[in-house]
């Protein structure tokens, strides 16, 4: 079947920039998470969706990052104010509640 | 602060020889420990695991969780040229807010 996709696949934009990243999860995955992945490192936990809410925003860094699921699939994370600090690849992943989180490719986001 | 650190950050092998990658975590709350597999972007599950001392087997690779010591192993055997990846140990937190704490990942390179 088919797994989490993500698009743009990949974002270039300039400082102070608005953008947006879009997630489709895999089919009937009620959870949904963002991760933050700077090179060479591992990815950080941004944000976790169970359905429309969002049960973790803990990771969110500041008040320039949002994200939404308002039907409870599709996801889109978006960013106010883009600054050069926050070029990474942001990877979003699904899986029914407890399960094995199933990753997508990932949006490679670079700020000029 | 929860965190998990990966050894060693970097590895270079021969075809055929065998490969441990080493896991630690600190954790407040742990529910599993997973491996994936990061060649592009996307990382790909490898395995959870959950309980201690017990081996986790998919062909050449295997793995195991020693919840005392608070570690885990990545055993690659008989390493092709296509083992090469990065390799991440992610700690997942309890089920109501399901983010995965990620080391920051062993490179290998496996050259022919």
């Known amino acids: 079947g088919a797994g989490v996709s993500q698009t743009p696949s990949n974002k270039v934009t300039e400082k102070g920039k608005y953008v947006e990243l879009r997630c489709d999860p895999i089919?009937?995955?009620?959870?949904l998470y963002w991760y933050r992945q700077s090179l060479g490192q591992g990815p950080e936990f941004l944000i976790y969706?169970?359905?429309?809410?969002?049960?973790?925003d803990s990771g969110l860094p500041n008040d320039r990052f949002f994200a939404v699921r308002p039907e409870g699939s599709v996801s889109t994370l978006k960013i106010q104010r883009t600054e050069r600090g926050d070029s990474a690849v942001y990877l979003c992943?699904?899986?029914?509640?407890?399960?094995?989180?199933?990753f997508g490719p990932g949006t490679r986001l670079t700020v000029l | 602060e929860d965190k998990v650190v990966q050894s060693p950050l970097s590895l270079v092998v021969h075809e055929g020889d065998t490969v441990t990658l080493n896991c630690s975590y600190e954790?407040?709350?742990?529910?599993?420990l997973l491996w994936y597999k990061q060649e592009k972007k996307a990382p790909t599950f490898l395995f959870m695991l959950t309980s201690s001392g017990i081996e986790k087997k998919s062909g050449r690779l295997s793995s195991i969780l020693d919840k005392k010591e608070l570690f885990s192993i990545l055993n690659i055997t008989a390493t092709q040229t296509g083992d090469s990846a990065v390799y991440l140990c992610?700690?997942?937190?309890?089920?109501?807010?399901?983010?995965?704490?990620f080391g920051q990942g062993t490179t290998l390179q496996v050259k022919p």
């Open positions: 969706f169970q359905g429309t809410g969002a049960a973790d």
């Open positions: 089919s009937g995955h009620t959870a």
């Open positions: 992610a700690v997942g937190t309890p089920s109501n807010t399901g983010k995965l704490i």
């Open positions: 992943a699904s899986s029914s509640p407890g399960d094995t989180q199933y």
């Open positions: 954790v407040t709350n742990f529910r599993s």
